[in-house]
T-cell receptor, first 114, second 113 residues
Framework: GENVEQHPSTLSVQEGDSAVIKCTYS??????FPWYKQELGKGPQLIID?????GEKKDQRIAVTLNKTAKHFSLHITETQPEDSAVYFC?????????????FGRGTSLIVHP | DGGITQSPKYLFRKEGQNVTLSCEQN?????MYWYRQDPGQGLRLIYY???????QKGDIAEGYSVSREKKESFPLTVTSAQKNPTAFYLC????????????FGPGTRLTVL
């Protein structure tokens, strides 16, 4: 089955700095890569996603890059703000039982210091 | 969280009791999912259902059961056979026609005493 590794597990930055979270996956059939932000005690919220036919996608301060050959993808947050502090999860979605089921990384706790 | 509701937010049960967690969505989504989240872990798939009256086991289905009698509802029962049931449980659903994007509810924290 699919295996998703996510690093780092904790990331501490100063407000205004950039933050980068990296994920690798194992199943070459995976073709959809969402990123979720989870605040304490809440459900994960989709913040950005990328499909395998695209190398990069940007949405304001957030960008995601995908390298299918190397099987890794990354989340980039620029000009971080304290409200960006949360746990971020990557996922790789692969075919399973007629649908695409995501396998999640273990999460990165991002702390943005004012 | 959109139109996905989970209730209650906090649930306490005694060891040996079965407990049912509610998940309802008014988004007309076809597929629904249950995940378990433990500290420092990713989300692990318990069960999923792509259509009414059909569901499949995920990676950690042992000790859990589900039903999908209505499109809007996908309740999860944590049975006494689940050895370590204390966790944060998340329900998700997928829009009709999409094969990948999932949207999550707010979660239920279950504590078994």
């Amino acid at each position: 089955g699919e295996n998703v590794e996510q690093h780092p597990s904790t990331l501490s930055v100063q407000e205004g700095d950039s933050a980068v979270i990296k994920c690798t996956y194992s199943d070459s059939a995976s073709n959809y890569f969402p990123w979720y932000k989870q605040e304490l005690g809440k459900g994960p919220q989709l913040i950005i996603d990328i499909r395998s036919n695209v190398g990069e996608k940007k949405d304001q301060r957030i960008a995601v890059t995908l390298n299918k050959t190397a099987k890794h993808f990354s989340l980039h947050i620029t000009e971080t703000q304290p409200e960006d502090s949360a746990v971020y999860f990557c996922a790789a979605s692969h075919p399973r039982g007629g649908s695409y089921i995501p396998t999640f990384g273990r999460g990165t706790s991002l702390i943005v210091h004012p | 969280d959109g139109g996905i509701t989970q209730s209650p937010k906090y649930l306490f049960r005694k060891e040996g009791q079965n407990v049912t967690l509610s998940c309802e969505q008014n988004l007309n989504h076809d597929a629904m999912y249950w995940y378990r989240q433990d500290p420092g872990q990713g989300l692990r798939l318990i069960y999923y259902s792509q259509i009414v009256n059909d569901f499949q086991k995920g990676d950690i289905a042992e000790g859990y059961s589900v039903s999908r009698e209505k499109k809007e509802s996908f309740p999860l029962t944590v049975t006494s056979a689940q050895k370590n049931p204390t966790a944060f449980y998340l329900c998700a659903s997928r829009p009709e026609g999409r094969t990948d994007t999932q949207y999550f509810g707010p979660g239920t924290r279950l504590t078994v005493l």
